[in-house]
């Protein structure tokens, strides 16, 4: 660490019309005769005699993690009614008498219709993945699609369950139905993440098939950005600029180690396409609700049921409602 000293060295005055000069000039420009110091932390560390070996790709650390990941299909079952092969004397007596020989004898007749797709990542070779809720559940009613196929990065197809999900978190659970076991990823602490962290977002955007980009942690728990609608949300992101698009939804944030740390979950965008704010639910947080769901089938939370005016001080709290029937009413808040 090198310490500077912000005052002019003049040179030496041989003269006196140079020494006045020198004053005139202190005097009118006030950048010099002042004397701040200032500290620069400059890197004196020897240059090593044989450089450390230089990272130049990161595909051995993907081809173990991005198997894990897989597109994921939805469908919808629409059931359509067609009348049957028309009968001249039925029509006859229909039309002019009100009358028919037997009862209406319509064919209902079912269609899938493909409802969306998304990504997700599997976590346990029993076939159990993770994915987002919004991607397995229809957007107008909030109910569950029909059926959920995933598609592995070898082209294997299988059918999938909807073990359960949480609209709080946008979370949801897959059971895969596959003959045999699965490519799992590793989970990584995600509170140990920090920003500057490199990682890498692999998904299935847009239903191009495995994609993988890279960026950084640009950010960790963020809060109240609105992204989950639910009214209990509960919203702890991070934020990184690694591409994700349409499609993504679901998929894995891997760390340099080809660890899941995130499920990539939206994105901030005008345009609808990736500019560098993207988001993703820590997967602490996921593997949590993901536990709830497969062993106790939905996800429990404390509840209190009071509403909470916000103060200029930290100390104490100033209720303003209080939801009937709650754990606060009940005991007379």
Request: net charge neutral.
């Amino acid at each position: 660490m090198k310490v500077f000293d912000r005052l002019n060295s003049p040179l030496p005055a041989t003269v006196g019309i140079t020494f006045l000069l020198n004053l005139l000039w202190s005097q009118e420009n006030h950048l010099f005769g002042h004397a701040d110091r200032f500290t620069l932390k400059l890197d004196e560390t020897p240059v090593p005699k044989t450089e450390p070996p230089r990272v130049t790709g990161y595909a051995d650390v993907l081809s173990k993690a991005t198997p894990a990941v897989v597109g994921v299909y939805t469908a919808q079952v629409v059931r359509r009614s067609f009348p049957n092969a028309s009968n001249p004397l039925e029509d006859f007596l229909r039309r002019y008498y009100g009358l028919s020989r037997g009862a209406d004898r319509s064919r209902v007749e079912e269609q899938k219709v493909p409802a969306g797709m998304g990504s997700g990542v599997i976590i346990a070779p029993e076939g159990y993945a993770i994915t987002n809720a919004h991607v397995i559940t229809d957007q107008r009613t909030g109910k569950p699609v029909d059926e959920v196929s995933v598609k592995l990065s070898d082209k294997r197809e299988f059918p999938a369950e909807i073990v359960g999900f949480d609209k709080a978190t946008d979370i949801a659970v897959l059971k895969i139905n596959a003959p045999e076991a699965l490519p799992s990823i590793t989970l990584a602490d995600s509170a140990k993440l920090r920003v500057g962290d490199i990682v890498f977002a692999a998904g299935n955007p847009l239903g191009v098939g495995l994609t993988v980009t890279m960026g950084i942690v640009s950010a960790t728990g963020r809060t109240d950005l609105g992204i989950l609608k639910d009214p209990g949300a509960y919203e702890n992101f991070i934020q990184t600029d690694a591409a994700i698009n349409q499609g993504n939804s679901g998929g894995a944030l891997i760390d340099a180690k080809g660890r899941l740390v995130g499920i990539n979950t939206a994105i901030y965008s005008r345009t609808g396409g990736s500019i560098g704010i993207g988001f993703a639910i820590p997967v602490n947080l996921a593997r949590s609700v993901m536990t709830g769901l497969i062993e106790k089938g939905g996800v429990q939370r404390g509840f209190l049921g009071v509403q909470l005016e916000d103060l200029p001080t930290d100390e104490g709290a100033r209720t303003t409602g209080v939801v009937k029937g709650s754990p606060a009413d009940r005991a007379g808040i």
